[in-house]
Each structure stands twice: as structure tokens, then as C-alpha cells.
């Protein structure tokens, strides 16, 4: 048999139908239904795990119009965040067989899990873009310098512009291809360069 796979804390619909011998649905007794957790082979009584073995009544879908459907809601979010289930429903009634089969179950891993993974993913992308920057800074084909400030004919501030490709270094409308901005200081004293400074803009 398949196993059906639910989100985290999604509800299980778990549905059977109770039959006699006739193959007639059976209306006039209840179903009940074990739900056995994998991981440590507990089950579940309504309200918590328990060792020993034990069902939850279920309830009649419509004796009108779908008679001997019975189903149980089961709320994943009381078990573990990943686990497998394995609910087994069985005839109270005696006028069938005892048990009408499994369904197996798996909580976990799914879409949202996968999301999260993503989200963390682009992080570490946008920190390692962070990082290209800075080398992109220090060593690039293709960048602008533009003195903003001179002392005695020396620059002593500008800016540097970078650009992904000749092209728009060439065009220099300081937004096509633009990649990154940085700020140039050369303070000076009596004529010597003091220390050159280069810092990114945000």
C-alpha cells in the first residue's frame, strides 16, 4: 500500500468503509480506528501517546447518503515534526472481517521545509554576493575613477564606479551595468600621499 505524505501539523482524514456480509455499510455500529506511531511505536488515545495498544471511535460520514464511510481527523501537529503513522481501522460490529486494512502515513520534509531551505540558501547566496564585492572592488576590468576633490593639482578624493562590462565603463551614465560604488580618499601632506583609502557606498 502507498504512503500519503502531509505537511507539518496538517490534518489526516482517515476514511474506511465498514461493510457486513452482504457487502451492505454497516450504519448501526461504530468504527474505531488505532493510529500507531513509527518512531517509538506508540499510540495515540485521543489525547496523548500511549505504550499499550489502544483505538479512538470514528465518525459516520452520512448513513443517508454514503452509508458505512467512517472517518477520523487526525491532528499531525500532536506527534513528532517528521514521523511515519500507521492507523488501523477495525470493525466493532462482528459482521465483517476484524480488520479492514492499513493506511500508512508520513508527516514532514515537505514543501514548507523545502521553502525554509531556500530562504537559508539565498542567504548565504546574498553574503557570498557581499564578499564578490569587495574582491570586485580591489581587482575589475572595467571601472570609472572620478576625481571629486584636488589639493596643488593632486587629487585628494573621487570616486570609483565598476560596470560589468567595457561598454557601459565607457558610458559612465553611473546607472547602466552599474555593479558598485566606491568612495576614494588621498589626504596629503606637503605634496606627500598620506594614505589611500577606498570604501564601498551603500
Known amino acids: 500500500m502507498s504512503t500519503e505524505r502531509f505537511k507539518e501539523g496538517q490534518i489526516i482524514p482517515y476514511q474506511g468503509r465498514f461493510e457486513d456480509g ?28 500511549q505504550v499499550a495498544f489502544v483505538t479512538n471511535v470514528m465518525s459516520e460520514i452520512s448513513d443517508a447518503n454514503v452509508p458505512g464511510f467512517w472517518k477520523y481527523d487526525f491532528d499531525s501537529s500532536v506527534g513528532d515534526a517528521v514521523d511515519n503513522y500507521v492507523a488501523e481501522m477495525i470493525d466493532t460490529s462482528g459482521n465483517s472481517s476484524n480488520k479492514l486494512g ?6 514532514g520534509n515537505y514543501i514548507d521545509s523545502i521553502e525554509t531551505t531556500v530562504d537559508d540558501t539565498n542567504t548565504k547566496v546574498t553574503a557570498q554576493d557581499a564578499q564578490l564585492l569587495k ?28 560596470y560589468d562590462s567595457k561598454a557601459t565603463a565607457e558610458l559612465d551614465d553611473k ?16 605634496g606627500e600621499l598620506d594614505k589611500f583609502t577606498q570604501t564601498l557606498e551603500p
Open 102 to 107: 492499513l493506511s500508512f502515513s508520513y508527516v
Open 22 to 49: 452482504a457487502g451492505n455499510g454497516i450504519t448501526d455500529a461504530a468504527g474505531v480506528i488505532a493510529i500507531r506511531r513509527t518512531s517509538n511505536n506508540n499510540y495515540w488515545n485521543g489525547a496523548t501517546w
Open 135 to 162: 574582491i570586485l572592488g580591489l581587482q575589475h576590468e572595467n571601472f570609472v575613477l572620478e576625481p571629486t576633490a584636488f589639493e596643488n593639482n593632486e587629487m585628494t578624493a573621487g570616486d570609483v564606479r565598476i
Open 175 to 190: 546607472v547602466s551595468g552599474l555593479i558598485a560604488k566606491y568612495s576614494v580618499t588621498a589626504p596629503r601632506t606637503g
